[in-house]
């Protein structure tokens, strides 16, 4: 059930779809909007959406791609413009990325790529943040091998609380160390690692598909790391141990096998020893706390 949430540059995105921020005239606007009708093909995909015509709020239209290679399909949802949201704002922002997602399964993709709808139309970002979470969780849990991807370029949102945020800023300037290596170090999978892993997922007595969800993972990508001479990331051990809900001496055990005890000071491992400090082991929620500090997202 991977869901990414990360900054970088929607329109160089690999995926199957990628989303267009659009309008109810379907015509190119100003940020990511004219980023994506440049790379494209302006004309091409004018007289696309002029053939369509238009397309009513809270909903979504298909194009080709064009001349955007790393995508197969162009989705133009229609966000609400923001009044003061009491004009049935979110029940439309939400039916936008619901437009988009049944575009997605009547073609038979199985990737995409969204902005941030709405942020573009006056829609306050952090509503727009909490909105677009629901409603890929929500298709997520009727299509768990789905990849979806909400990336922004500027403008973020708040992701975190103000005073979470000091909090953890506090504890990762505590225990920062230069030593750290980096947090997407690969090992070769052995048998104590293998054997200790299954009987942490023997004992939390969790399907593979469940801990596959809650560790960002497909249950296919899951079931092929589980096994000898496999590569093992220490974004997978993160992911795993989040979804399981294990503690530190456990987690501090797997990475005495991989000898990789440097990898519990980087940035990544704080963040999330942070979460688990505090009980928290929604993958999600600390995946927005890596976004702030510019980090990649835990899982697939």
Same mark, same amino acid.
């Given at each position: 059930?991977?869901?990414?949430?990360?900054?970088?540059?929607?329109?160089?995105?690999?995926?199957?779809?990628?989303?267009?921020?659009?309008?109810?005239?379907?015509?190119?606007?100003?940020?990511?909007?004219?980023?994506?009708? &440049?790379?494209?093909?302006?004309?091409?995909?004018?007289?696309?959406?002029?053939?369509?015509?238009?397309?009513?709020?809270?909903?979504?239209?298909?194009?080709? *791609?064009?001349?955007?290679?790393?995508?197969?399909?162009?989705?133009?949802?229609?966000?609400?413009?923001?009044?003061?949201?009491? &004009?049935?704002?979110?029940?439309?922002?939400? *039916?936008?990325?619901?437009?988009?997602?049944?575009?997605?399964?009547?073609?038979?993709?199985? +990737?995409?790529?969204?902005?941030?709808?709405?942020?573009?139309?006056?829609?306050?970002? *952090?509503?727009?943040?909490?909105?677009?979470?629901?409603?890929?969780?929500?298709?997520?849990?009727?299509?768990?091998?789905?990849?979806?991807?909400?990336?922004?370029?500027?403008?973020?949102?708040?992701?975190?609380?103000?005073?979470?945020? +000091?909090?953890?800023?506090?504890?990762?300037?505590?225990?920062?160390?230069? @030593?750290?290596?980096?947090?997407?170090?690969?090992?070769?999978?052995?048998?104590?690692?293998? &054997?200790?892993?299954? /009987?942490?997922?023997?004992? +939390?007595?969790?399907?593979?598909?469940?801990?596959?969800?809650?560790?960002?993972?497909?249950?296919?990508?899951?079931?092929?790391?589980?096994?000898?001479?496999?590569?093992?990331?220490?974004?997978?051990?993160?992911?795993?141990?989040?979804?399981?809900?294990? *503690? @530190?001496?456990?987690?501090?055990?797997?990475?005495?096998?991989?000898?990789?005890?440097?990898?519990?000071?980087?940035?990544?491992?704080?963040?999330?020893?942070?979460?688990?400090?505090?009980?928290?082991?929604?993958?999600?929620?600390?995946?927005?706390?890596?976004?702030?500090?510019?980090? /990649?997202?835990?899982?697939?």
């Amino acid at each position: 059930m991977p869901f990414y949430f990360k900054k970088g540059d929607l329109v160089q995105t690999e995926c199957d779809l990628i989303v267009n921020d659009s309008n109810s005239r379907l015509i190119m606007v100003e940020g990511v909007g004219r980023a994506i009708f &440049h790379k494209a093909g302006d004309r091409e995909l004018s007289n696309a959406l002029k053939k369509i015509g238009g397309c009513k709020v809270g909903c979504a239209v298909l194009t080709p *791609s064009f001349n955007m290679t790393n995508c197969k399909g162009l989705v133009h949802a229609v966000a609400p413009i923001y009044q003061n949201g009491k &004009h049935g704002e979110e029940e439309l922002l939400l *039916s936008a990325y619901e437009s988009c997602f049944k575009l997605m399964k009547e073609h038979g993709y199985t +990737s995409i790529a969204f902005p941030l709808l709405g942020s573009e139309y006056n829609y306050p970002a *952090s509503e727009c943040l909490e909105i677009a979470h629901t409603a890929i969780l929500e298709n997520l849990k009727n299509y768990p091998n789905d990849l979806v991807y909400l990336i922004m370029f500027k403008n973020f949102p708040e992701t975190i609380s103000k005073s979470t945020q +000091s909090e953890l800023t506090s504890f990762i300037l505590k225990n920062y160390t230069t @030593e750290g290596t980096t947090a997407l170090n690969e090992f070769v999978m052995n048998k104590e690692l293998l &054997h200790l892993m299954n /009987s942490y997922i023997k004992m +939390s007595k969790m399907s593979l598909e469940e801990i596959a969800i809650k560790a960002n993972y497909t249950l296919e990508k899951l079931q092929e790391i589980l096994t000898i001479d496999s590569l093992v990331t220490t974004n997978f051990i993160f992911a795993l141990s989040i979804a399981l809900k294990l *503690s @530190e001496k456990d987690i501090d055990a797997m990475f005495d096998i991989v000898e990789s005890k440097n990898s519990l000071k980087t940035m990544t491992s704080l963040v999330v020893r942070y979460f688990i400090k505090k009980g928290q082991y929604d993958v999600y929620t600390i995946n927005k706390a890596l976004f702030i500090y510019n980090l /990649s997202p835990i899982g697939l």
